[in-house]
């Protein structure tokens, strides 16, 4: 479903050129629920970001159905975003003037839905989350929890090939992280392919597969 | 049906503004109003300037159409004819016959002595019906002193204030004018080689040059004064009735011959060639100005927007993350763009024509050759709000454009 091969992401400031990604060969199939774990600096978000195509990588292949995406333009890859990925952030990325179910309906909209429809699927999106009674809230009206509740819901309200989470817990309290983990294990057994960046070793172990990164190399994997 | 990008940037511009600071809101669209302002009522009280002085020439002095003596006459021929056949015109609703003549004004004669010089102004003197010229020009308004003149005011006259002393201090050898003269002062008027002896009975200030350096006195005395006794006049104020159109009345004039005899033109014919010019100057003046305020209310709308755009680029990066075209949120900036300047042009608009044209309508500014007015036509005014939106639209295109084409990731994680 999507493979990375010896994919090198490198930083120039100036002179110093900043190795972060080193020849990283990775593969998961449809459906995994993958974690990626390592020490601070270790290149896992990097990782994550050349995989959902936000960044460029400086050398190596991303293949994704079939699709090699070096050759791809931005608008292609902004298609592609839309239609097959679905975004969690750490620090929630909800659009401050936009309501919660706004929020949701947006790429929706974006996909060519009519607002109606758009509007519908987000309603009910928010209230199987549980945010039902919080449609119309701005994100400054929302818990840190709900926020990543509502990221989480637009993430997946376009059912995504793939949902990318880069450290979904990291801001949150225990309760609101178990109450996140739970909703990340409903979507795996729904068939959702998960691939999340995480310090935390709990949350990690419901992944299937951990990997672990280590100076911007995969230095072992953990089936589970 | 709107193209999809343009549908999600308008859902995006309106959540915007909806959802934007009120004071940053009503801040921007107080830049807008200003703007406006800029753009319309600078050029328009510089046009208005002039405007209040060719308004007040044609109320005070040619009216509507002004029939006068051909270059090369000291009068009109068949004076009373053309006056009978002016009357038969349907679009004329009044007519003041002026008789005119170059003479000389002398005062303090009584007080001085053989080796003093006399204290004389040179001016036009001019004989007229009081009642016609009032219903005319409306000048018997303008009395500052004493009071107009009446039929049968015998050795009356009235000054215009350009003759006096109190009234003009200026000390040139080529412009002289009577000292201490006022109302019940007694003045000696010579035209050609008479010479007779008349009470002040008014003075009367007007910022119409032609008429504040006349003396007026009744046409009946004037006429034999002058000796006119066929009744040939100098010229003739026609004032039109209202909506009449004094190029057709000019026109019909001329089509019975009268220019054959009298030169015949409209308010706007008669117009001094530096008036005209002076027009021009201040019109380009005008465009100047307003396209440095199109220029300043272009970069203001940049600025803002620019940073808008930045304060709001970690957005622009998820927007873009998340799928959402880099055309639909140019749009939303370009909507909000639009936005301010419609909004700041509509408060402009009912600003100028709610109150700042019937204001300075009502009040004119006091400028010394003009009672300035606020002049700000229809279709030029929608023009320049025309012009606004579009440098706005293109001021908030541009900024947009230049934040979301930066790499996505750098816009959400806010790197550089």
Known sequence: MIETKQLVKTFKNGDVVTSVLKGIDFKTREGEWVAIMGRSGAGKSTFLYQ???????????????????????????????????????????LLPELTALENVALPLLMAGLGKWVAYQKAVAALERAGLGHRTGNLPSQLSGGEQQRVSIVRAVAHNPKILFADEPTANLDNESSARIMEIFKDLHKG???????????????LAQRIVHLDDGRIVSEEKR | MMPLNVRIGFFLALRALRRASLWTTSLIIFVMVLTFLNLVVVSGILVGLLQGAIDQTRTKFTSDVIVSALNDKKYIENSQNLIELIETLPEVESITPRYREGGILEANYKARKETDKANTAPGQLVGIDPVKENTVTGIAGD????????????????????????YIPIETPSFSTLENVGVGTKIRV???????????????????????????????????????????????????????NPVAVREALEQRGVDRYAKVQTYEDAQPQFLKDIIATFNMLGNVFSSLGLIVATITIFIVIFINALTRRKFIGILKGIGIDGHAIEFSYVFQSIFYALIGSAV???LVYGFLVPFFAAHPID???????????????????GLLVVSTLVAGYIPAWMIIRRNTLDSILGRN
């Open chain 1, 51 to 93: 995989m959902s195509l936000l960044d460029d990588p400086s050398g190596g292949e991303i293949v994704i159905d079939g699709h090699n995406t070096h050759s791809m333009s931005a608008n292609q890859k902004m298609l592609f975003r839309l239609s097959k990925f679905g975004f969690v952030f750490q620090d929630y990325a």
């Open chain 1, 191 to 205: 068939g959702q392919t998960i691939i999340m960046v995480t310090h935390e070793e709990q949350y990690a172990k």
């Open chain 2, 143 to 166: 009395i500052i002193e004493g009071s107009f003149l009446e039929q049968g005011d015998y050795d009356q006259i009235v000054l215009g204030h350009y003759l006096l002393k109190q």
């Open chain 2, 190 to 244: 010579k035209v050609g080689d008479v010479t007779r002896e008349v009470t002040v009975k008014g003075i009367l200030k007007s910022k119409v040059d032609e008429i504040a350096l006349r003396a007026f006195m009744v046409d009946s005395q004037f006429r034999s004064m002058i000796g006119r006794t066929d009744g040939n006049v100098t010229e003739i104020s026609l004032k039109l009735k209202e909506g009449a």
């Open chain 2, 348 to 350: 402009g608009l009912g």
């Open chain 2, 367 to 385: 400028f010394p050759f003009s009672d300035g007015i606020l002049v700000a036509p229809a279709d030029q005014t929608f023009f320049r709000v």
